[in-house]
């Protein structure tokens, strides 16, 4: 879960996050449907019959361990005349006795009667040799109330009709899938929904209720969200506050009259006031080959549709298209355009232009490798490179009060695309260019208006994502909002009702697990040379941990300092979300001349994710992961190391994918591998590429090159975990098993981890997903990792050759 286009600018950025969430709405990020994955509730009388029935279990296994036990009390207590159970009997006599018998026999009778007494003691010891053999390999059943509601949960997660050789992840998520079809108002559903439904629940709750010991920023918040809330004022206002900003931007032609003279004046003021690109993006984040000074960044942007594909495979995507177009008539109607016919042409002139930035724009699997497309220039050289745009004044007004001038470092990425960009610029009416940064501003902010816009909204989904139109609950769409643009104001609150006190500690613990089983891996690697292998491990050691929340939010007073520029007013929502966009990017220019700062997240504490961050060296597990069914204390460890000892293997990986490994470890972007093990690993990752590149979703391929950095940390975060788990069961022994599952400890491993990504997507959604979603889809995350563990096989005794153990299996870490 990383990324390039992940930039620690401010404690504000935007978030582009990796990880599953659905897209809501065009152009304007994902809106996040992320969930607990619920342990399901069981009534009481279906609680007491599993009950029972385990207990039955467990009794008939005592009484088997007992016979066994039994059978050893015997052996040591016979009397004379008593038999053995194998019926062999045994008479014992006095000394005398015994001499005079023994005197009076044969050699072949003394021989016989040795050699008898031999295999007696032998049955005795193989049969208390077995006796301890079951006792160490069937660990006692678990029968507590929270390990028959996780088991309940498994239980009807899973589909155990299906081989799990031949399907793992079916196997896993059948009956979840059968039980969970993909709900109205959503394009996709999982766990991630599940908990993410639960955060919100608990954001809700604080946002109406808390009064008392709240800071000036969580305020804040609860103003923006009660605004977003009064539905009778934002119908009553309707367009007005659109309409009135475009006037004060000098118009739209497709609404009205527009000032033909401000192309500069009004891009520059849509960039830094409403935060658009509507050709490219400028932000300011650490200089990868300098991570200890912050830069003026700029990269392509300006598409409406998630992916250029969209646009330039025209004959495939020809109902997204129509219905894209259809979403911008309707929009431009609402805002007073008057006559379908007249706006109609208008639009899809706007459409054509973005065709023609798609066909410009470098694919994402082509910009993998992050030496090639960075490229430190002066300000004097980037005039040189995209003349359309005069760049001193256009630098000097959005970073005001901070003077640039000619010999200002500045990072591009795709120095062709800001080329080509230019001459489009240039060869582009200027009524056109005008339109088309209006547009991109309409599509940013329609949603803060009334019920209208939001049908509208819906309309395009349905089309775009297959997402069923329903009536969910406007506090949802308030509380999305809130989070995704005052998540730190509301961090403390969430922090404070729903993270322990030692959570951090724990985790931190659960880090190191980790970080060690990956090390050990590291230490057998036979593709790497010993100087690289040892500054990986400098590398490793030196990752930096942030759990839960950063530090700031948790200090009133530092908070509000943040925060201190910006106001939200009551009822006014529209007015408070553009006010949010004005002053998320000062925050982000005022880091211009400043260090980077480990208590810049670029996740709020409530979200469902995490991430490693390239020029720190940091991995980030906000707060709103750190829960079922990642991580739970009553669970067994089996499951708590699957679920989140695997997201932290992952993170952990990413540091040394195709793009992490580029990075020092002090986050610097140099070639710090010798040539030898960087050839060695572009040999192994070309395993994955291909591997990956099989798979197919309705018959569409996955992008094994586009997926790369995430299909290595899906699979060696999944080894470094099962490794991190077997060391736990070293130094503290076998844990108990959950009842009536039929699985080992190590089988539960594996299926704690594949039913974390137990989700379902609309065809749509499936598709948006394949061609911009640099994860692989959910069931590959599973299978594709599983089926390239010899470990998995071993505990779930797969034959040679099945689909979940190929003889030929992808490893990089």
């Given at each position: 879960?990383?990324?390039?286009?992940?930039?620690?600018?401010?404690?504000?950025?935007?978030?582009?996050?990796?990880?599953?969430?659905?897209?809501?709405?065009?152009?304007?990020?994902?809106?996040?449907?992320?969930?607990?994955?619920?342990?399901?509730?069981?009534?009481?009388?279906?609680?007491?019959?599993?009950?029972?029935?385990?207990?039955?279990?467990?009794?008939?296994?005592?009484?088997?361990?007992?016979?066994?036990?039994?059978?050893?009390?015997?052996?040591?207590?016979?009397?004379?005349?008593?038999?053995?159970?194998?019926?062999?009997?045994?008479?014992?006599?006095?000394?005398?006795?015994?001499?005079?018998?023994?005197?009076?026999?044969?050699?072949?009778?003394?021989?016989?009667?040795?050699?008898?007494?031999?295999?007696?003691?032998?049955?005795?010891?193989?049969?208390?040799?077995?006796?301890?053999?079951?006792?160490?390999?069937?660990?006692?059943?678990?029968?507590?109330?929270?390990?028959?509601?996780?088991?309940?949960?498994?239980?009807?997660?899973?589909?155990?009709?299906?081989?799990?050789?031949?399907?793992?992840?079916?196997?896993?998520?059948?009956?979840?899938?059968?039980?969970?079809?993909?709900?109205?108002?959503?394009?996709?559903?999982?766990?991630?929904?599940?908990?993410?439904?639960?955060?919100?629940?608990?954001?809700?709750?604080?946002?109406?209720?808390?009064?008392?010991?709240?800071?000036?920023?969580?305020?804040?918040?609860?103003?923006?969200?009660?605004?977003?809330?009064?539905?009778?004022?934002?119908?009553?206002?309707?367009?007005?506050?659109?309409?009135?900003?475009?006037?004060?931007?000098?118009?739209?032609?497709?609404?009205?009259?527009?000032?033909?003279?401000?192309?500069?004046?009004?891009?520059?003021?849509?960039?830094?006031?409403?935060?658009?690109?509507?050709?490219?993006?400028?932000?300011?984040?650490?200089?990868?080959?300098?991570?200890?000074?912050?830069?003026?960044?700029?990269?392509?942007?300006?598409?409406?549709?998630?992916?250029?594909?969209?646009?330039?495979?025209?004959?495939?995507?020809?109902?997204?298209?129509?219905?894209?177009?259809?979403?911008?008539?309707?929009?431009?109607?609402?805002?007073?355009?008057?006559?379908?016919?007249?706006?109609?042409?208008?639009?899809?002139?706007?459409?054509?232009?973005?065709?023609?930035?798609?066909?410009?724009?470098?694919?994402?699997?082509?910009?993998?490798?992050?030496?090639?497309?960075?490229?430190?220039?002066?300000?004097?050289?980037?005039?040189?490179?995209?003349?359309?745009?005069?760049?001193?004044?256009?630098?000097?007004?959005?970073?005001?009060?901070?003077?640039?001038?000619?010999?200002?470092?500045?990072?591009?990425?795709?120095?062709?695309?800001?080329?080509?960009?230019?001459?489009?610029?240039?060869?582009?009416?200027?009524?056109?260019?005008?339109?088309?940064?209006?547009?991109?501003?309409?599509?940013?902010?329609?949603?803060?208006?009334?019920?209208?816009?939001?049908?509208?909204?819906?309309?395009?989904?349905?089309?775009?994502?297959?997402?069923?139109?329903?009536?969910?609950?406007?506090?949802?769409?308030?509380?999305?909002?809130?989070?995704?643009?005052?998540?730190?104001?509301?961090?403390?609150?969430?922090?404070?009702?729903?993270?322990?006190?030692?959570?951090?500690?724990?985790?931190?613990?659960?880090?190191?697990?980790?970080?060690?089983?990956?090390?050990?891996?590291?230490?057998?690697?036979?593709?790497?040379?010993?100087?690289?292998?040892?500054?990986?491990?400098?590398?490793?050691?030196?990752?930096?941990?942030?759990?839960?929340?950063?530090?700031?939010?948790?200090?009133?007073?530092?908070?509000?300092?943040?925060?201190?520029?910006?106001?939200?007013?009551?009822?006014?929502?529209?007015?408070?979300?553009?006010?949010?966009?004005?002053?998320?990017?000062?925050?982000?220019?005022?880091?211009?001349?400043?260090?980077?700062?480990?208590?810049?997240?670029?996740?709020?504490?409530?979200?469902?994710?995490?991430?490693?961050?390239?020029?720190?060296?940091?991995?980030?597990?906000?707060?709103?992961?750190?829960?079922?069914?990642?991580?739970?204390?009553?669970?067994?460890?089996?499951?708590?190391?699957?679920?989140?000892?695997?997201?932290?293997?992952?993170?952990?990986?990413?540091?040394?994918?195709?793009?992490?490994?580029?990075?020092?470890?002090?986050?610097?972007?140099?070639?710090?591998?010798?040539?030898?093990?960087?050839?060695?690993?572009?040999?192994?990752?070309?395993?994955?590429?291909?591997?990956?590149?099989?798979?197919?979703?309705?018959?569409?391929?996955?992008?094994?090159?586009?997926?790369?950095?995430?299909?290595?940390?899906?699979?060696?975060?999944?080894?470094?975990?099962?490794?991190?788990?077997?060391?736990?069961?070293?130094?503290?022994?076998?844990?108990?098993?959950?009842?009536?599952?039929?699985?080992?400890?190590?089988?539960?491993?594996?299926?704690?981890?594949?039913?974390?990504?137990?989700?379902?997507?609309?065809?749509?959604?499936?598709?948006?997903?394949?061609?911009?979603?640099?994860?692989?889809?959910?069931?590959?995350?599973?299978?594709?990792?599983?089926?390239?563990?010899?470990?998995?096989?071993?505990?779930?005794h797969c034959p040679p050759g099945s689909p979940m153990n190929p003889h030929h299996k992808c490893e990089v870490w």
């Amino acid at each position: 879960m990383r990324g390039r286009g992940r930039r620690e600018a401010a404690p504000l950025p935007p978030r582009a996050g990796p990880g599953p969430v659905s897209v809501s709405r065009p152009g304007r990020g994902a809106r996040r449907r992320r969930g607990r994955f619920p342990l399901l509730p069981i009534r009481a009388g279906a609680m007491e019959a599993l009950r029972e029935s385990v207990l039955h279990l467990a009794l008939q296994m005592s009484t088997y361990k007992r016979a066994t036990l039994d059978e050893e009390d015997l052996v040591d207590s016979l009397s004379e005349g008593e038999v053995y159970p194998n019926g062999l009997q045994v008479n014992f006599r006095s000394p005398r006795s015994g001499q005079r018998c023994w005197a009076a026999r044969t050699p072949v009778e003394k021989r016989l009667v040795v050699l008898v007494a031999l295999l007696a003691a032998g049955l005795v010891a193989c049969l208390a040799a077995l006796g301890v053999q079951y006792r160490t390999r069937t660990p006692p059943v678990c029968l507590s109330e929270a390990c028959i509601s996780v088991t309940s949960s498994i239980l009807s997660s899973m589909d155990p009709t299906v081989d799990p050789c031949q399907d793992f992840f079916t196997y896993a998520c059948g009956g979840w899938i059968k039980a969970n079809p993909v709900p109205d108002g959503h394009s996709r559903w999982g766990t991630f929904s599940n908990l993410w439904e639960h955060n919100q629940a608990i954001i809700k709750h604080l946002l109406e209720n808390s009064t008392a010991s709240v800071s000036e920023a969580e305020r804040k918040a609860q103003v923006y969200y009660h605004a977003c809330m009064n539905e009778t004022r934002i119908e009553e206002l309707k367009a007005k506050p659109l309409m009135e900003l475009i006037e004060k931007l000098g118009g739209w032609n497709i609404t009205g009259p527009w000032d033909k003279d401000n192309f500069q004046d009004t891009l520059q003021v849509v960039t830094s006031h409403y935060r658009t690109s509507p050709f490219f993006s400028v932000y300011v984040s650490a200089d990868s080959k300098n991570s200890n000074s912050n830069v003026i960044q700029v990269d392509q942007s300006g598409l409406g549709l998630p992916s250029r594909d969209y646009y330039l495979n025209k004959t495939e995507n020809e109902k997204v298209l129509t219905g894209y177009l259809n979403y911008m008539v309707q929009l431009g109607k609402l805002l007073g355009g008057g006559d379908e016919d007249a706006i109609r042409p208008q639009m899809q002139q706007i459409l054509d232009f973005e065709t023609a930035l798609a066909n410009i724009t470098i694919p994402q699997e082509k910009r993998r490798d992050e030496e090639l497309i960075y490229h430190k220039v002066t300000a004097a050289e980037l005039q040189a490179l995209a003349p359309a745009i005069d760049w001193l004044p256009f630098l000097n007004t959005i970073f005001y009060p901070v003077e640039i001038n000619e010999s200002e470092p500045i990072v591009v990425y795709d120095k062709e695309y800001l080329g080509q960009v230019s001459t489009l610029i240039n060869n582009t009416d200027k009524c056109l260019l005008n339109n088309y940064m209006i547009w991109n501003l309409v599509r940013k902010t329609s949603s803060f208006l009334d019920q209208r816009f939001q049908d509208a909204d819906e309309k395009f989904m349905e089309v775009m994502y297959g997402t069923k139109k329903t009536c969910l609950p406007r506090w949802k769409f308030c509380v999305s909002d809130t989070e995704n643009n005052l998540g730190f104001a509301l961090g403390p609150m969430f922090v404070k009702a729903t993270f322990a006190e030692d959570s951090k500690s724990i985790a931190s613990e659960i880090i190191l697990e980790i970080k060690k089983a990956f090390e050990e891996s590291l230490s057998t690697l036979k593709w790497m040379d010993e100087e690289t292998r040892r500054s990986a491990k400098e590398k490793a050691d030196a990752i930096y941990n942030m759990i839960g929340y950063p530090n700031f939010i948790m200090d009133p007073k530092e908070l509000d300092k943040v925060f201190n520029d910006y106001t939200a007013v009551p009822d006014l929502y529209f007015e408070n979300a553009m006010r949010f966009f004005n002053f998320s990017w000062r925050v982000t220019a005022d880091q211009l001349r400043k260090a980077p700062n480990r208590d810049q997240w670029s996740m709020t504490p409530p979200m469902v994710n995490a991430y490693y961050s390239p020029t720190k060296n940091e991995i980030v597990f906000p707060a709103g992961i750190l829960q079922a069914p990642f991580y739970t204390r009553s669970s067994p460890k089996a499951l708590n190391f699957g679920g989140i000892g695997v997201v932290v293997g992952h993170e952990l990986t990413h540091a040394f994918d195709d793009q992490g490994r580029e990075y020092d470890k002090d986050g610097n972007l140099r070639p710090w591998w010798k040539n030898s093990s960087v050839e060695a690993f572009k040999q192994q990752t070309e395993c994955m590429v291909e591997q990956y590149g099989n798979y197919s979703v309705n018959g569409e391929p996955v992008n094994g090159r586009h997926t790369l950095g995430e299909n290595i940390a899906d699979n060696g975060g999944l080894k470094a975990a099962y490794r991190a788990y077997q060391n736990w069961i070293k130094k503290n022994g076998a844990e108990q098993t959950l009842p009536t599952l039929g699985l080992t400890n190590n089988q539960l491993f594996f299926l704690g981890f594949a039913q974390v990504w137990c989700s379902v997507r609309t065809p749509e959604s499936s598709h948006e997903g394949l061609i911009t979603d640099p994860h692989s889809p959910s069931r590959f995350r599973v299978i594709g990792s599983v089926s390239n563990s010899k470990e998995f096989s071993e505990h779930f005794h797969c034959p040679p050759g099945s689909p979940m153990n190929p003889h030929h299996k992808c490893e990089v870490w």
